[in-house]
Nanobody, 119 residues
Framework: QVQLVESGGGLVQAGGSLRLSCAFS????????MGWFRQAPGKEREFVAR????????YYADSVKGRFTISRDNAKNTVYLQMNSLKPEDTAVYYC????????????WGQGTQVTVSS
């Protein structure tokens, strides 16, 4: 069974940076496409970023393009989300997710980590 554990969330001022990490265990990490999602209070969960199995391809929501960077270290079974130039509207619970078949259906989800950006 795959387990995903996010870390790195916290409180930061607008314009600041945070790096989220997601530790993967239970299966072969490099077999999974990985994604980051977020959910703000009162809003639906939304896609943030996605990275291919090898890390060679990445995709971003327009709202974070140019500010966030997704990366992975297959030797460490970890996916990262570097968040720069944070805005108050980035405040949300951030979740990592694993997609086994690269079909945009995420099979496993982490418990989430809170990111709060103050103005």
């Amino acid at each position: 069974q795959v387990q995903l554990v996010e870390s790195g969330g916290g409180l930061v001022q607008a314009g600041g940076s945070l790096r989220l990490s997601c530790a993967f265990s239970g299966r072969t990490f490099s077999n999974y496409v990985m994604g980051w999602f977020r959910q703000a209070p009162g809003k639906e969960r939304e896609f943030v970023a996605r990275i291919s199995r090898s890390g060679s391809s990445t995709y971003y929501a327009d709202s974070v393009k140019g500010r966030f960077t997704i990366s992975r270290d297959n030797a460490k079974n970890t996916v990262y989300l570097q968040m720069n130039s944070l805005k108050p509207e980035d405040t949300a619970v951030y979740y990592c997710a694993a997609d086994r078949y690269s079909d945009f259906e995420y099979d496993y989800w982490g418990q989430g980590t809170q990111v709060t950006v103050s103005s």
